[in-house]
């Protein structure tokens, strides 16, 4: 469980505030709306797409990507926000207020699909005690093709 999971915005927003405040930057409209963003869109993120949301829902800010990716960094480093790592690609960053879950992810489009499977987490828990860890966290992802790149593909 992540320290974001069944927070409400404003219980959110006071975390970030507190957050800034202990790393000395400022609180801005832009910071706000890049997290509000993130908040009321739950889909994964590159940086560069969540700047294009921003500009486009909050047009009146000048909101610049460096803002973005900064933000995002900080928003990571306090377990705000988690990140999927795509190699070259670079990084998919999400709001860390859902419960555990774990990644199916297409080769060819992109495509992301949350899962959760108790079997899975019983199995991993069983795994790290027989070789003497206690598991404290995870992040699975799998590979594949999804179903419309497969059709896509066969035709």
């Known amino acids: 469980m992540n320290n974001t999971e069944s927070l409400s915005y404003d219980e959110l927003l006071e975390t970030f505030r507190t957050i800034l405040r202990k790393n000395r930057l400022k609180f801005t409209a832009q910071r706000e709306a890049i997290l509000k963003t993130l908040y009321e869109h739950p889909e994964h993120f590159t940086p560069e797409n969540l700047y294009l949301l921003v500009k486009q829902k909050?047009?009146?800010?000048?909101?610049?990507?460096?803002?973005?990716?900064?933000?995002?960094?900080?928003?990571?480093?306090n377990k705000l926000v988690t990140s999927l790592s795509f190699?070259?690609?670079?990084?998919?960053?999400?709001?860390g207020n859902k419960p555990h879950h774990d990644h199916i992810i297409c080769e060819v489009c992109g495509k992301i699909v949350e899962f959760e499977?108790?079997?899975?987490?019983e199995l991993q828990q069983?795994?790290?005690?027989?070789?003497?860890?206690?598991?404290t966290n995870h992040i699975m992802q799998l590979y594949g093709i999804c179903r419309k790149c497969q059709e896509t593909q066969n035709h």
Do not use: C, H, S
């Not at 190699?87 to 709001?95: D, N, V």
């Not at 499977?117 to 987490?121: K, N, S, T, V």
């Open 58 to 77: 909050y047009p009146e800010l000048n909101t610049g990507i460096t803002t973005v990716y900064r933000t995002l960094n900080l928003l990571e480093e």
């Open 87 to 95: 190699g070259t690609q670079g990084k998919k960053f999400e709001l």
């Open 117 to 121: 499977d108790a079997q899975i987490e």
């Open 126 to 135: 069983k795994i790290a005690k027989m070789r003497g860890f206690k598991l």
